[in-house]
């Protein structure tokens, strides 16, 4: 969250930037491997994936399709129908932590037949190493009082609640945008140290901006939750549908409200330096079931 780095490189991950652009996803997938029923054809956007990365999994005909969904451990994503692509998809992340080695992907469909099949689809997991940063902040915001602690529980009940029902259908129409022009100064994946002890690795981008600059929203959405955060100070996210919301967070100011609909570009705050921060940034994070 703060503006002093080791890097200014940008990483591919899923709760960050990894995914400006989403839509080539869906024009260009990739096969992996796998056996369709009924001559329907599995695709993954990419048969090797990084820790934080996402990807997304395409099952098509679309016609010939009535519902589908993956499963990834315990959990159960939806697969949404894109008309325009002839497809159903969903995106899936991979956790930073996640064990690097061939990984099986199950694919359940239900078909125009009424039919169920169980497919699956093989990839890779590369190991990625993230860099370390060292950072020093006021005591009080690294070892939190009671009282704050009691506060981020509840703050953190509230924010869950928030990305608990996700919009299935998606709303977002093209590739998502910058939500500032402001290089990165803390890429996503950062393991962090905080006055010399190891914290929660970063799990965002954060970009340099000036104190009152404009804050964009990436792409179409509906704003699901606004507030102010211990830790995210001001803070916004929107819900694009398809599972994918976006977070933008320690901002001097917010500009909209909880249930707003925005589209791509319409400014939603403007940059600071509210909650744990360091100096005017803007902190953005994707979040996925």
């Given amino acids: 969250m703060s503006q002093r780095t080791q890097s200014h490189l940008v990483n591919r ?12 996803f869906l024009s260009f997938p990739t096969p992996v491997t796998g056996a369709p029923a009924n001559q329907l054809k599995l695709h993954l956007s990419s048969a090797t994936l990084s820790q934080g990365d996402a990807a997304l999994v395409s099952v098509a005909p679309a016609d010939f399709v009535v519902s589908a969904r993956v499963i990834m451990g315990k959990k159960e994503i939806p697969l949404v129908r894109l008309a ?50 060292q950072l020093s902040l006021p005591k009080e915001k690294v070892t ?9 529980q509840q703050e953190k009940e509230a924010i869950n609640k928030a990305l608990a029902r996700p919009m299935a259908d998606r709303v977002w129409q093209s ?54 955060h211990f830790f995210a ?24 409200k909880k249930g707003e609909k925005v589209r791509a570009g319409q400014i ?19 979040a996925h079931p």
Avoid: C
Wanted: charged content about 20%.
């Fill in 13 to 24: 991950g899923f709760f960050g930037i990894l995914l400006i652009s989403f839509w080539m």
């Fill in 84 to 133: 325009d692509k002839d497809i159903f998809a969903a995106f899936i992340a991979i956790p930073k932590d996640e064990k690097a080695g061939p990984k099986d992907l199950r694919i359940m469909v239900v078909d125009m037949d009424g039919k169920r099949s169980n497919q699956t689809l093989t990839f890779n997991v590369a190991h990625k190493e993230f860099p370390v940063q």
């Fill in 144 to 152: 939190l009082s009671k009282k704050d602690l009691a506060r981020h």
């Fill in 175 to 228: 590739s998502f945008n910058r939500p500032v022009a402001g290089e990165v100064s803390t890429p996503f994946g950062v393991r962090r140290l905080l006055n010399g002890k190891p914290r929660s690795s970063h799990s965002g981008i954060d970009f340099r901006g000036r104190a009152g600059e404009p804050v964009a929203v990436s792409s179409d959405g509906v704003v699901i939750l606004t507030g102010e």
């Fill in 233 to 256: 100070g001001n803070s916004v996210y929107v819900d694009h549908g398809m599972g994918i919301i976006t977070m933008y967070f320690h901002l001097s100011e917010i500009q909209v």
């Fill in 268 to 286: 939603i705050g403007l940059v600071g330096s509210t909650g744990r921060s360091t100096g005017p940034h803007l902190h953005w994070g994707f």
